[in-house]
């Protein structure tokens, strides 16, 4: 993690959260004690950031300076409120294409579905606030920059949001192995959300129960699954393929 995207010392992650800074996870010191570090644990816990309790070692390979038990790793991307940003989608003369990411916890991978995601035309990505992996130089990197054009946009649970985007007329469709159907057999000319599971879990079960459909991709060779980007990637240009013809 380099220097110019951490801020450490109490005050200063308190008033980072307070100004709504994109901040992508906060370490705090295990064993802290006092009114102003209680304080700041109720100011995370508000904030419904993701928050760990490290030991002191880990902070000091973060930064050398005086971190006070206390050190925020900072997005260098902006997030976007999920619901302004799903209005604005539907707001546009276009068939609205979202995309969710269920776990998805390597940085590399995220990057490069970012990409893809850009590339195919995707209006927004949703990922929660704990258990995804953060938007870090390595992210960007890997994105080709194009973390910097597509909105993210961070929540509380996954199932609001899906919810809240069916409630909106977009028909929500798990990439899962599990399903009985295969991709080619969904009908993409609607209001589209793909939701994409984890690396090694895939989408949580009691996600894939609310969904509107469950598809999967044939696997023609002895392994039984895809890397979660390539995977991503497939479902989103058959997205594509079906709105260009």
């Known amino acids: 993690m380099k220097n110019e995207n951490i801020i450490y010392g109490i005050r200063a992650v308190m008033e980072a959260i307070n100004a709504d800074?994109?901040?992508?996870k906060i370490f705090i010191q295990k064993g802290l004690k006092g009114e102003l570090f209680k304080e700041l644990e109720s100011t995370v816990r508000k904030s419904g950031m993701?928050?760990?309790y490290v030991p002191i070692e880990k902070l000091n390979r973060l930064t050398r300076n005086?971190?006070?038990g206390v050190v925020a790793q900072i997005s260098p991307v902006q997030f976007?409120?999920?619901?302004e940003l799903v209005e604005q989608?539907?707001?546009k003369n276009e068939l609205p294409l979202f995309l969710m990411?269920?776990?998805v916890s390597d940085v590399r991978n995220f990057g490069a579905i970012i990409r893809t995601a850009e590339c195919s035309g995707v209006h927004g990505i949703i990922i929660p606030k704990n258990g995804a992996a953060p938007i870090t130089d390595d992210t960007v990197k890997t994105s080709a920059g194009a973390a910097f054009n597509v909105p993210i946009a961070k929540v509380d649970h996954l199932k609001d949001a899906i919810f809240y985007l069916q409630s909106s007329g977009v028909v929500v469709t798990g990439a899962t192995e599990k399903a009985e159907n295969e991709i080619y057999g969904v009908d993409f000319n609607q209001p589209t959300a793909i939701i994409m599971g984890s690396e090694e879990k895939g989408i949580s079960p009691s996600t894939l129960n609310i969904l509107d459909h469950q598809a999967k991709l044939p696997l023609l060779g002895k392994i039984g699954s895809l890397n979660v980007s390539v995977a991503c990637g497939v479902f989103l240009y058959e997205v594509v393929r079906?709105?260009?013809k």
């Open 89 to 91: 989608v539907l707001s």
């Open 66 to 68: 005086n971190h006070q």
């Open 242 to 244: 079906q709105r260009k």
């Open 21 to 24: 800074q994109p901040i992508n």
């Open 101 to 103: 990411l269920d776990g």
């Open 80 to 83: 976007h409120n999920f619901e």
């Open 50 to 52: 993701s928050l760990s």
